[in-house]
C-alpha cells in the first residue's frame, strides 16, 4: 500500500488579490513554515509537485527537514486551465460573466469558457498521475503538491460526489493535506483537507479573508473600472485630498489641479493606469499607477491608492495592489514601488504585510517619505526562505 499527502500549496497570489489563476505562475505570498513543522517528523520517500512557481514554493517545506528529497515536477499536478480567465479578478468574471461564474463554482462539470479545461479532464489527469506515482513508489510514502480546484476535483471522484453537489466538498485551506491510499490500482481518501497544523499555529488563510461576509462564508464581490478623471474628478480628488490628508496630516502642499491633469494624462494613455475598485455597484477605492516612474529602476510604481473609510481592514487594499502586479508584471517589470508618509504607521504597516520593505528615506512636498519596493519577479522559494 502506497500513503499519498496531497498538499494544497501556501497562500499564493491569486487567494490575496482575488484574481483568477489557474496555470497563471504567480508566486506565494505566506510561507509555509506550519506545513515544514508537520512533516519534521514524518517519513516521505519521495516529493512531488506542479511545475507552477507556487506548487515548487510550498515543497520547498516539506524539504526544509527532509533535504534528502529531490523535488520532482510535472504539469500533470497543475490547477484546472481557466483559460480567457486567467489572472482576471474573480468579481469581475461574476459580473461580467455571472452564469459561467456560478457554474464554475456550483456545477464545474457544466462550466465552458475560452481555452478552460473541462472539469472531468481534470479529475481524469489528476487520478491518472496519482495512480501512477503510487506504482512508481509502491509500498512508500510520496509528498504531493497540487492545487486546491484539482485536490477537490479528485477527492469529488473517489467519494463519488456528482458535479451538481461539489458544494458538499468544501476546498482545503492553503497547505492543507489530504491523504491517500493507493492499492492494486484503487485509491481512497483517508482524511480530506487537514489544517490542524495552521489552526494551531493561528495561520489559517481561510480565518485571513475577509473578502468572506462575516457569518455566511459568502464571497464579497469586487471589481475594476476605468475612472475618467474628467467625468468623475470630484471623486478623484476626494480620493487624494483624503489620502493626502492621512498622510501629512493637513492639506498643506495639496495642488489638485496639477494632480488631476496628471491623472487625465495617464488615463489618456491606458485606461488601466486609473482604476476605482467597486463593492458590488459601490464606489470602494481607487488606484493610480504611473508607467514611467521607475522605470530606470526596472520598476512600476503606484501615485495613488485608496480605499473608503468604511470598507478599510477587509484587504480590499491588497486588491488594488493586485492590479497593480498584474499590469507591471505584464510589462515586465521586476517590482513596484511607492511613497509613504514616514509617520503614517498604518499605511506602513499594511504596505510591509503585503510584501514591500523600506528602500530609504526621501523627502517630500508634505514632509520625509519612506521609498517602498515589492518584488513581482518570478521566484521559487528554497528550503532555508522558509
Known amino acids: 500500500m502506497t500513503t499519498i499527502y496531497l498538499i494544497r500549496h501556501a497562500e499564493a497570489e491569486g487567494n490575496l488579490y482575488r484574481r483568477a489563476q489557474g496555470h497563471f505562475n504567480s508566486n506565494v505570498t505566506y510561507l509555509g513554515a506550519a506545513l515544514a513543522e508537520r512533516f519534521r517528523d514524518v517519513h516521505v520517500d519521495a516529493l512531488w509537485a506542479s511545475d507552477l512557481n507556487r506548487t515548487r514554493s510550498t515543497a520547498a517545506a516539506i524539504r526544509k527537514y527532509h533535504p534528502e528529497?529531490?523535488?520532482?515536477?510535472?504539469?500533470?499536478?497543475?490547477?484546472?486551465?481557466?483559460?480567457?480567465?486567467?489572472?482576471?479578478?474573480?468579481?469581475?468574471l461574476d459580473h461580467d460573466e455571472h452564469e459561467m461564474h456560478e457554474l464554475f463554482n456550483h456545477d464545474?462539470?457544466?462550466?465552458?469558457?475560452?481555452?478552460?479545461?473541462?472539469?472531468?479532464?481534470?479529475?481524469t489527469r489528476m487520478r491518472d498521475i496519482i495512480l501512477e506515482l503510487a506504482a512508481m513508489y509502491d509500498g512508500k510514502a510520496v509528498a504531493v503538491v497540487s492545487h486546491a480546484y484539482s485536490i477537490r476535483a479528485l477527492a469529488c471522484?473517489?467519494?463519488?460526489?456528482p458535479s451538481e453537489e461539489v458544494d458538499s466538498l468544501p476546498y482545503g485551506d492553503n497547505t492543507s493535506v489530504t491523504t491517500l491510499e493507493a492499492e492494486n490500482g484503487v485509491l481512497r481518501v483517508v482524511q480530506y483537507g487537514d489544517a490542524s497544523h495552521l489552526e494551531a499555529a493561528g495561520l489559517s488563510t481561510f480565518a485571513r479573508q475577509h473578502w468572506r461576509r462575516p457569518g455566511t462564508g459568502k464571497r464579497i464581490?469586487?471589481?475594476?473600472e476605468p475612472l475618467d478623471p474628467r467625468r468623475e474628478g470630484e471623486l478623484y480628488e476626494r480620493c487624494y485630498a483624503d489620502t493626502w490628508r492621512a498622510s501629512h496630516g493637513s492639506l498643506t502642499g495639496y495642488a489638485p489641479a496639477v494632480y488631476l491633469h496628471t491623472a487625465e494624462r495617464l488615463a489618456r494613455r491606458d485606461p488601466r493606469c486609473v482604476m476605482k475598485?467597486?463593492?458590488?455597484?459601490?464606489?470602494?477605492?481607487?488606484?493610480?499607477?504611473?508607467?514611467?516612474?521607475?522605470?530606470?529602476?526596472?520598476?512600476?510604481?503606484?501615485?495613488?491608492?485608496?480605499?473608503?473609510?468604511?470598507?478599510?481592514?477587509?484587504?480590499?487594499?491588497?486588491?488594488?495592489?493586485?492590479?497593480?502586479?498584474?499590469?507591471?508584471r505584464r510589462e515586465g517589470r521586476g517590482s513596484i514601488r511607492l511613497h509613504v508618509a514616514e509617520d503614517n504607521e498604518n499605511a506602513l504597516?499594511?504596505?510591509?504585510?503585503?510584501?514591500?520593505?523600506?528602500?530609504?528615506?526621501?523627502q517630500g512636498i508634505g514632509g520625509p517619505l519612506r521609498l517602498m519596493?515589492?518584488?513581482?519577479?518570478?521566484?521559487?522559494?528554497?528550503?532555508?526562505?522558509i
Open 157 to 161: 471522484l473517489l467519494y463519488g460526489i
Open 69 to 92: 528529497l529531490a523535488l520532482n515536477v510535472t504539469p500533470r499536478l497543475r490547477e484546472i486551465d481557466v483559460g480567457v480567465w486567467e489572472d482576471v479578478p474573480w468579481g469581475q
Open 277 to 328: 475598485l467597486l463593492y458590488g455597484e459601490a464606489f470602494a477605492g481607487v488606484v493610480q499607477l504611473d508607467p514611467d516612474r521607475g522605470r530606470e529602476a526596472d520598476a512600476g510604481w503606484i501615485s495613488l491608492l485608496y480605499i473608503e473609510p468604511g470598507l478599510r481592514g477587509m484587504r480590499l487594499g491588497a486588491q488594488l495592489i493586485g492590479h497593480a502586479v498584474s499590469v507591471f
Open 373 to 385: 519596493e515589492m518584488s513581482i519577479a518570478p521566484h521559487i522559494l528554497t528550503p532555508e526562505e
Open 349 to 362: 504597516g499594511f504596505y510591509e504585510q503585503c510584501g514591500f520593505t523600506s528602500l530609504r528615506r526621501e
Open 221 to 224: 464581490h469586487t471589481r475594476f
Open 108 to 123: 464545474p462539470g457544466r462550466w465552458r469558457v475560452e481555452g478552460g479545461e473541462p472539469y472531468a479532464d481534470v479529475q
